[in-house]
């Protein structure tokens, strides 16, 4: 299986960029990861909504010329579908039986992700209805993915 995790802006703290290069590492056995960074637009200290309407379509656009075109898409998103880990690694393994080889996982920015990367999206995924710093929800996805395929494999891990 191919997962793309494709997420807006860059890695700024060295400890969410030693989480995502360890998850990243973990994940080699398991799976193809690629990591793939859309372009984060700058936001005004109170933005009109015109301006976040505009932020997120700039944004939205970068994330969609990331995404492969074949992937079955995934938008992490507060208001999607929550999953417990099993759920999670039997969801994945059902995608794969069904010749899904290519899943794009997506990480908005601060404002979240755009109307036309959401009707782009099959699905929906929410870890919580927190919401995360779009930085470490990188980290909390890797972690997660990794954890799905131990469970699939019957691997112990953190019960």
Not at 6 to 26: C, D, M, N, P
Not at 59 to 75: K, N, T
Not at 91 to 116: N, V, Y
């Amino acid at each position: 299986m191919e997962v793309y995790l494709i997420a807006v802006g860059k890695v700024r703290e060295k400890f969410i960029a030693a989480g995502i290069e360890e998850y990243s590492r973990r994940l080699k056995p398991y799976l193809k990861l690629k990591i793939r960074e859309a372009l984060e637009e700058k936001i005004p200290h109170h933005p009109s909504p015109g301006q976040v309407e505009r932020i997120l379509a700039k944004e939205g656009r970068s994330i969609l010329e990331l995404l492969p075109p074949s992937s079955y898409v995934v938008a992490m998103d507060k208001e999607g579908e929550m999953l417990s880990s099993e759920e999670l690694a039997k969801w994945l393994e059902d995608l794969a039986f069904r010749g899904h080889s290519q899943i794009a996982f997506i990480i908005g920015g601060t404002l979240g992700l755009s109307p036309e990367v959401l009707a782009r999206s099959h699905f929906r995924l929410s870890f919580s209805r927190l919401t995360f710093p779009h930085q470490l929800m990188r980290v909390l996805l890797l972690e997660q993915l990794y954890r799905a395929c131990k469970i699939q494999r019957g691997e112990p891990y953190h019960w």
